[in-house]
């Protein structure tokens, strides 16, 4: 059994801060450490306590660097990692100029490999080491996704983008074929090593009620397995379902009558909702996943944190690229913080934090696995340089307290504040010599 030490300042939030006090929910160690063994956390704490604990550990000392769980994004598309920040679309003319001619080249087997090494290596350069993604109609693609990511030993989720109307020719499949592609899809990949499979249809609009039928039985076959689409993200696009589904009560319906809400589903953005709707989710245990920058880029709205966390919801954070504008969790914190402002309500650091972290995991029925340092956990860390740039660091040298010390860092923070990325315990960036 190799035991490794990862010592630095450790930021522990333990519990939902939305529920308390960010203080009360967090242990915060400003000589602490990690204690790994196996690819698992054993344990956390003062460093001098681990040490006595772990004499022959492999020590690695990030000095002031904070640790943190790995960052979990909960809503992406990495067949889009190639046209992100694409100019001036809202979002049904981003699919039909930007996304659907992109997709169209995930047929090639050899570039969605491309784009998922490139997507990955991305991933784990800002600090994440989780992510639930969108792959194409293509086979291949999901392949792609969960190959790149077992070799890499990440855990992730995916699925295939289940399309059969008003998508072009070759991005369209059918309802048989949805079912059948996935159906073989999940068994290839669903708990092989940490892959998890989504049931994954990409939005009303693209599927037909037959189609969502068809992936609604499949999941009540596989209920384990989580689902993921689209929820009201734009009120042209509400607009639209309604034409096409003049029957159903609202948007959410149009899932609802097929099966496709409950707990383990995943609903991007979901910002113009209903009162029955938010009503619907809140008593399924459904999941909202928060896309400030997609929101602000595409335009398409501001999610209401404050109501969403007051009213019980499940709500976890992404970047969805590429229609959101970074790879980076902590500008997506950012973007949260600042549609916080303009709803009213500024979210905590700790809060953005656990969003990112702690929040989506819950919200992939993974809150004992990632986004946490409880023993026991998968061994996902990031550690962040809080003084990486010169504006940051003379922001954060008059820190009194851990959270004005981090808060710099969200705001201002990108790539170069990742000072280390670890995967089950093993330190994928910046990568070892030898």
């Not at 293509?138 to 059969?164: I, L, Y």
């Not at 090593?193 to 969502?212: C, D, H, K, M, N």
Request: hydrophobic share 40%; charged share 20%.
């Amino acid at each position: 059994m190799t035991q490794t030490l990862i010592l630095g300042q450790v930021l522990d939030i333990q519990s939902d801060p939305f529920g308390s006090t960010p203080d009360a929910a967090s242990r915060f160690d400003a000589h602490g450490g990690v204690l790994v063994e196996d690819g698992r956390i054993l344990a956390t704490g003062p460093a001098d306590e681990l040490r006595s604990r772990a004499p022959r550990a492999t020590i690695e000392d990030h000095g002031r660097g904070l640790i943190l769980p790995g960052f979990v994004d909960a809503h992406v598309h990495y067949p889009q990692t190639a046209i992100i920040a694409s100019w001036g679309k809202r979002l049904i003319d981003w699919l039909n100029t930007y996304t659907f001619p992109e997709e169209m080249r995930f047929g090639d087997p050899a570039y969605a490999d491309e784009i998922a090494e490139r997507y990955l290596d991305l991933l784990i350069a800002n600090g994440t080491t989780t992510a639930c993604s969108y792959c194409t109609i293509h086979p291949a693609s999901v392949d792609a996704f969960f190959g790149a990511a077992e070799r890499r030993g990440m855990a992730v989720a995916a699925g295939k983008t289940c399309m059969d109307r008003n998508a072009p020719d070759g991005l369209r499949d059918d309802a048989r074929s949805a079912y059948d592609d996935s159906a073989a899809l999940l068994a290839r990949w669903h708990g092989r090593g940490r892959a998890r499979y989504v049931i994954t249809p990409r939005f009303t609009p693209t599927s037909t009620p037959e189609q969502l039928e068809a992936l609604g039985a499949l999941w009540a076959e596989n209920p384990d397995c989580l689902m993921q689409t689209h929820l009201s993200e734009q009120l042209d696009e509400i607009a639209w379902v309604k034409e096409l589904h003049p029957e159903a009560r609202d948007y959410l319906d149009t899932y609802e009558a097929h099966g496709l809400v409950r707990e383990g589903a995943l609903f991007g953005h979901a910002i113009h909702l209903e009162d029955r709707e938010r009503d619907r989710l809140r008593e399924a245990g459904a999941a909202l996943i928060h896309c400030p920058t997609s929101n602000a880029f595409i335009g398409s709205g501001l999610f209401g944190m404050a109501p969403a966390k007051a009213e019980g919801q499940i709500v976890g954070l992404a970047t969805d690229t590429g229609g959101g504008s970074s790879f980076s969790m902590l500008r997506t914190m950012a973007a949260a913080y600042e549609i916080g402002q303009l709803t009213g309500t500024p979210l905590h650091p700790a809060e953005l934090i656990w969003l990112a972290t702690a929040g989506s995991a819950a919200a992939m029925r993974l809150p004992d696995r990632i986004g946490t340092l409880a023993p026991g956990s998968d061994a996902d860390l990031v550690v962040l340089d809080l003084a990486s740039t010169p504006a940051i660091a003379q922001r954060a040298g008059g820190a009194e307290t851990i959270w004005d010390a981090v808060f710099p860092t969200i705001m201002m923070g990108d790539d170069r504040a990742t000072a280390a990325t670890y995967v089950a315990g093993r330190r994928m960036f910046p990568p070892c010599n030898g």
